[in-house]
């Protein structure tokens, strides 16, 4: 299963591993279908580690709803880590506290394995260059975009075969 992150910096096409967590693919993939993420800001982003995103448009960025409404539990695999570029993983408040924000790794970041779901991975060359994109983007030092720059998920499309167009 796949779908397209359509941002305000172009596409992002994310394989999602359904099987090897399928709890937290359903979450994500029940509030794709649900719009829940349309016009959700990237609401941090840090250069060569990651950038967050998954709290509703018209909410603080602290917040992260499940599809249960609340928090549901980690599925760490040790063969899903944060090993690449275009990792795609949840964001948490400590063990068991997943709910809607998520993040793209802009590179290696070992010290969240064991501690975060990985649960997808960017997918083609469009997408590793919108990353790109989001990566030059300039941030203070808490990680917020500059005022003018931001970003957004303007809609998402799910794809039921991850290399489909």
Not at 5 to 13: P, R, Y
Request: overall charge neutral.
């Amino acid at each position: 299963m796949s779908v397209t992150l359509h941002t305000t910096f172009g596409d992002i096409k994310i394989e999602v591993f359904c099987e090897s967590v399928p709890k937290t693919a359903e979450n994500f993939l029940a509030l794709c279908a649900s719009s829940f993420y349309d016009n959700s800001p990237f609401h941090r982003s840090f250069p060569t580690f990651m950038i967050q995103t998954g709290s509703p448009a018209s909410a603080s960025p602290k917040v992260s709803t499940s599809i249960w409404v609340t928090d549901f539990e980690d599925e760490i695999r040790p063969s899903l880590r944060h090993n690449a570029r275009g990792i795609v993983s949840m964001a948490n408040k400590g063990p068991n506290t997943n709910g809607s924000q998520f993040f793209i790794c802009y590179g290696p970041a070992s010290h969240l394995d064991g501690k975060n779901t990985v649960f997808g991975r960017v997918i083609g060359d469009e997408g590793m260059a919108t990353l790109g994109k989001m990566e030059a983007m300039e941030v203070d030092k808490k990680g917020r975009m500059k005022d003018g720059e931001a970003v957004r998920i303007e809609r998402v499309t799910i794809h039921a075969n991850p290399v489909a167009g």
